[in-house]
């Protein structure tokens, strides 16, 4: 049996079967589509995953049940798999509106933190020098026609297509899709899902339809919204950080805090010379003194579980305790 808290000696064969010029040179500053090969290694079989589920732990996971596609209500609420087996959450999901995120996989089990290891060496080895670190990944396993709502990551971010198929909106990483005062909500309050969305923006998009074997990055903070195809979807998401995405974070922090504490407004996004340093010493302060914990919102409540009778039905906590 393989351990998964120990690293692997095998040599493993290349996870980008297509790498070309063009995705070298739009790297970070336009959407690019590569090919992977992550969909035949066996950890991403449903008998694989079914086995990581089955083990998986509390604090790492989230179950959100979700609106429809196509619904002007945002609806999202956070859920307990309620003690099934991996094979009977799988099946719930299938039959369910909703999606199962395992976070920090990479920490989890050494096995996937291989393969991350093994993505970012080829990216750095086609970027030219591409340095990252903070790496993490998470398994999002989700329903037929299952939805994630228009938002914006601050880390470095990519989407790896496993199992199903599913349409991704990638929009203009600049104003009135993205703005500095988004970003800097974000990073104080640490929501990603509340910024405006109105249907017009779908002009704008570039638009992908990806299946098992594709990979898709986007440019830094370029806001996205995915729904899935009328299939069961599994997908591996990254996120990293470089020196620049750092800085960037550094500002968003500073800025943030100047505007919505302080009452300024902050005209530069400078992320060197002297200003940029005085803000990265004052954010780091408001940190350490832990200020920024008072202005986060609570944790969402897990509202229901899943029913181990009935695949893909929910039971509401307060119903399940009457």
Same mark, same amino acid.
């Given at each position: 049996?393989?351990?998964?808290?120990?690293?692997?000696?095998?040599?493993?064969?290349?996870?980008?079967?297509?790498?070309?010029?063009?995705?070298?040179?739009?790297?970070?500053?336009?959407?690019?589509?590569?090919?992977?090969?992550?969909?035949?290694?066996?950890?991403?079989?449903?008998?694989?995953?079914?086995?990581?589920?089955?083990?998986?732990?509390?604090?790492?996971?989230?179950?959100?049940?979700?609106?429809?596609?196509?619904?002007?209500?945002?609806?999202?609420?956070?859920?307990?798999?309620?003690?099934?087996?991996?094979?009977?959450?799988?099946?719930?999901?299938?039959?369910?509106?909703?999606w199962l995120n395992l976070r920090n996989?990479?920490?989890?089990?050494?096995?996937?933190?291989?393969?991350?290891?093994?993505?970012?060496?080829?990216?750095?080895?086609?970027?030219?020098?591409?340095?990252?670190?903070?790496?993490?990944?998470?398994?999002?396993?989700?329903?037929?026609?299952?939805?994630?709502?228009?938002?914006?990551?601050? %880390?470095?971010?990519?989407?790896? &297509?496993?199992? #199903?198929?599913?349409?991704?909106? !990638?929009?203009? *990483?600049? +104003? %009135?899709?993205?703005?500095?005062? &988004?970003?800097? #909500?974000?990073?104080?309050?640490? !929501?990603?899902? *509340?910024? +405006?969305?109105?249907?017009?923006?779908?002009?704008?998009?570039?638009?992908?339809?990806?299946?098992?074997?594709?990979?898709?990055?986007?440019?830094?903070?370029?806001?996205?919204?995915?729904?899935?195809?009328?299939?069961?979807?599994?997908?591996?998401?990254?996120?990293?950080?470089?020196?620049?995405?750092?800085?960037?974070?550094?500002?968003?922090?500073?800025?943030?805090?100047?505007?919505?504490?302080?009452?300024?407004?902050?005209?530069?996004?400078?992320t060197s010379g002297a200003g940029f340093?005085?803000?990265?010493?004052?954010?780091?302060?408001?940190?350490?003194?832990?200020?920024?914990?008072?202005?986060?919102?609570?944790?969402?409540?897990?509202?229901?579980?899943?029913?181990?009778?009935?695949?893909?039905?929910?039971?509401?906590?307060?119903?399940?305790?009457?």
């Open positions: 049996m393989i351990d998964p808290t120990q690293p692997q000696t095998t040599a493993a064969a290349p996870i980008f079967t297509d790498w070309q010029s063009e995705h070298t040179r739009d790297w970070g500053h336009a959407p690019i589509r590569l090919s992977h090969r992550l969909h035949q290694h066996p950890l991403f079989s449903f008998d694989a995953l079914s086995d990581l589920i089955d083990g998986y732990p509390r604090e790492h996971y989230a179950l959100v049940h979700m609106g429809a596609q196509g619904s002007a209500r945002r609806t999202w609420r956070e859920g307990d798999i309620g003690g099934l087996s991996g094979h009977k959450v799988i099946e719930a999901i299938q039959n369910g509106r909703m996989v990479a920490q989890v089990d050494h096995r996937y933190r291989d393969l991350l290891d093994q993505m970012f060496t080829e990216v750095r080895d086609n970027v030219g020098g591409y340095e990252t670190y903070g790496r993490t990944s998470g398994i999002l396993i989700s329903s037929p026609n299952a939805q994630v709502y228009y938002h914006i990551d601050l %880390p470095g971010q990519s989407l790896a &297509q496993i199992h #199903g198929k599913k349409r991704v909106y !990638v929009y203009p *990483d600049k +104003p %009135p899709f993205l703005t500095p005062e &988004q970003l800097e #909500g974000i990073a104080l309050y640490e !929501v990603e899902v *509340d910024v +405006p969305y109105e249907a017009w923006y779908d002009e704008h998009a570039k638009v992908f339809e990806i299946a098992g074997g594709d990979m898709l990055h986007w440019p830094l903070n370029a806001p996205h919204r995915v729904e899935n195809l009328e299939c069961l979807n599994v997908s591996m998401t990254t996120e990293y950080w470089t020196e620049d995405i750092r800085r960037n974070q550094m500002i968003n922090m500073a800025n943030g805090i100047l505007r919505q504490k302080a009452g300024l407004q902050p005209r530069s996004r400078a340093w005085a803000k990265a010493a004052f954010q780091a302060g408001v940190r350490r003194a832990g200020l920024l914990k008072q202005m986060r919102k609570a944790k969402r409540p897990i509202e229901f579980r899943l029913d181990d009778t009935t695949p893909g039905r929910i039971i509401e906590l307060r119903e399940a305790a009457e």
